[in-house]
């Protein structure tokens, strides 16, 4: 179906959830890629079932988001990073993708990392209480882990 209507998102996602219940990682990004290189092309501009346009720009972002939980529920940070990286790759200034990485590296021990994520987070977004916060806590952390700041 996705060759025949390829600005149909929801084939794009069904495909994908199918994948996802079938256990198959890789097939279902592979899926989600599909779809977030066609969001390029069509520019945004998708179709949903009896070809109906997508009102909600934000639905491809959301099931991402959707699937990287999953993964973290999961407590598989391989499968979330690569979902992760592929979704920045597409779209490396989504807000929600770099904290998601900032998270990933926060739940490795990277907190450098995290750090350098929150902070361009926080670019793209910098009323955001949520990354204000996480960026506090983890100065925090690193200050606590660090003997010179001690006293």
Known sequence: GI??????LDLYLGLASF???CDQSDNMLSTLERAMCHERKNK????????EPVSE?????LRVQED???????ENLEGAE???KLALKYYPTQCEYINNMAVIRYMQEDYAGAMSYFKMALQQNPDDEIIQGNIQYLEQLINAGNPENEQ
């Open 68 to 74: 990287y939980a999953r993964y973290i529920e999961a």
């Open 19 to 21: 994948y996802l219940y």
């Open 44 to 51: 945004g501009r998708w179709l949903w079932t009896m070809d």
């Open 57 to 61: 720009k934000s639905i491809l972002v």
């Open 3 to 8: 060759e025949k209507c390829p600005n149909r």
């Open 82 to 84: 690569t979902l992760t």
